[in-house]
């Protein structure tokens, strides 16, 4: 049970929703709900992937860094150009940590910032040249490099640049695959618009590659996708995977490459651990290449065991009897992790609020240690997401969907968690006002947190962050005491 009632949480709600103007406060009052177990589809409780209010402080990203940012950037042997003005590609430049084998600026090249660099001349007389040069140039100093991708810019749509048409004239004279990709930041209401972008542009530009071509399989090839590989999480995942005797024949996209990419449709299925970013690509493998796919969670024991049999019933019995031994291989390790951090974080209390997949599947992590996981919710949800999530969070705790910085400060500052998770834009107001805080992007820094071996990372990282003695000497907003008003002096 969370530490509100039912009604409390909801009276909560409407406290909070109180300070809006009514047309605000109606549209708000729809982003926010109470946790019931018993609904079937979140869309009777909650809706999502709607345009954040103007002048509402949002904490979501655009079209471009879900298509660069994350879905594209990984992959690190192709250059990714971020076609347009120089700050874009540089604030999405390395920020992930999505972790790859490889030399920088020779056969890898996810931590570099590619970008066309338009100047107002390029607005006005257009950039197609300027990219093309661009293209040449790259070809020249990176020869290494497997391929391009053109990450378009909010300017590229404005304008009308046909990138199409340049990326077709360089394949042609390269031989290899430049993609385009139109992912311009002003398009769709957030991020997830870009990732379905991605989505599609791999789609149409890189599976269809090797089709026709032989490929020598075995019955039990896979498909690792929706891991960056944050801190090392793809490696993490990898290693449990092929110990129950899978092959991983593609990563996506952290420390992957496009010839993995192109192999793909060769598989037996895909594994999908963020769903939000790649279930389209399934889908589509689903329906062209008949490849079943599944979503796995590899956070925390329990969650991991329950993942990996789950994986192991498309199989047969050799993979069966692998999973099991895996499960029992590290068995002694997570009691031995639970039974040193149990006891100093049973019970406390999490608010989380981030992307992709993490809302939901790190609840699972916490239960492991004894803590309550008393709200989440979404950046850039849909409301597929949240039917996922009902089953996972307690009866009467929060949820909210693309929470405003007003809002989530209020409820924190209400429930009183005993931990907060959640991305860099939060971090540092919530650790002023005395909470601990993880930033749970990519980590705070750390990782990786996925499988076994990351979840010893995990606990560890939950412990130091909430036992840390510099909390005691800092004082939360709603346990200052109010000072009394000074008399005024008398004239």
Not at 111 to 127: L, P
Not at 169 to 184: D, F, I, L, N, S
Not at 368 to 381: A, I, N, Q, R, S
Request: glycine fraction near 10%.
């Amino acid at each position: 049970m969370s530490a509100l009632t039912r009604e409390e949480t909801e009276a909560l709600i409407q406290e909070v929703l109180e300070v809006y103007p009514e047309k605000a406060k109606k549209d708000r009052a729809k982003h926010l709900t109470v946790n019931d177990q018993s609904i079937e589809q979140s869309k009777k409780c909650i809706t999502s992937n709607r345009k954040s209010l103007p002048g509402v402080m949002t904490i979501r990203g655009c079209a471009y860094a879900g298509s660069k940012g994350v879905v594209w950037g990984p992959i690190k042997d192709m250059i990714h150009i971020s076609h347009g003005p120089v700050g874009c590609g540089q604030y999405s430049r390395a920020g992930r940590r999505n972790y790859y084998v490889g030399m920088t600026g020779v056969n890898s090249f996810g931590t570099m910032n590619f970008t066309s660099d338009f100047q107002e001349k390029d607005i006005v007389f257009g950039g197609d040249k300027k990219l093309a040069k661009v293209m040449t140039e790259i070809e020249a100093l990176f020869p290494l490099n497997k391929g391009v991708s053109i990450q378009s810019e909010c300017p590229i749509g404005l304008i009308g640049d046909d990138i199409e048409a340049v990326a077709k004239k360089t394949t042609a004279e390269t031989g290899k695959p430049v993609v385009p990709v139109r992912c311009e930041g002003f398009r769709g209401v957030s991020q997830s618009l870009g990732h379905h972008i991605a989505n599609d542009a791999i789609r149409d530009w890189v599976l269809p590659r090797r089709e026709g071509k032989a490929f020598e399989g075995t019955p039990y090839d896979v498909a690792v996708i929706g891991d960056y590989n944050i801190g090392g999480d793809a490696w993490s995942s990898r290693i449990l995977l092929e110990e129950m005797g899978l092959r991983v024949v593609a990563q996506w996209s952290g420390d992957g490459t496009i010839s993995e990419m192109e192999k793909t449709p060769f598989v037996k299925m895909n594994l999908i651990h963020c769903y939000r970013s790649m279930n389209y690509i399934a889908r589509h493998m689903e329906e062209k290449y008949s490849i079943p796919w599944m979503e796995y969670n590899f956070f925390g024991p329990t969650k991991v065991a329950e993942s990996l049999r789950a994986i192991a019933a498309h199989f047969d019995d050799k993979i069966k009897e692998g999973a099991e031994r895996v499960i029992a291989k590290y068995q002694a390790m997570m009691d031995e992790i639970i039974a040193k951090y149990k006891p100093r974080l049973q019970g406390k209390k999490v608010m989380l609020y981030v992307g992709g997949l993490r809302p939901r599947h790190v609840i699972g992590a916490y239960e492991d240690l004894g803590m309550e996981v008393v709200g989440t919710g979404y950046e850039f949800g849909h409301n597929d997401d949240y039917d996922r999530t009902i089953k996972d969070m307690g009866n009467a705790t929060l949820i909210y969907d693309d929470v405003t910085g007003f809002e989530f400060e209020e409820f924190v500052k209400r429930i009183k968690p005993d931990l907060v998770g959640s991305g860099i834009k939060e971090k540092f107001i919530f650790q002023k006002m005395g909470v601990p805080f993880r930033q749970m992007h990519s980590w705070d820094y750390s990782g990786p947190y996925h499988g076994y071996d990351g979840f010893a990372i995990f606990a560890r990282d939950m412990d130091m962050t909430l036992n840390n003695p510099c909390w005691s000497k800092m004082t939360a907003p709603w346990l200052k005491k109010e000072e009394p008003v000074a008399e005024k002096e008398a004239a």
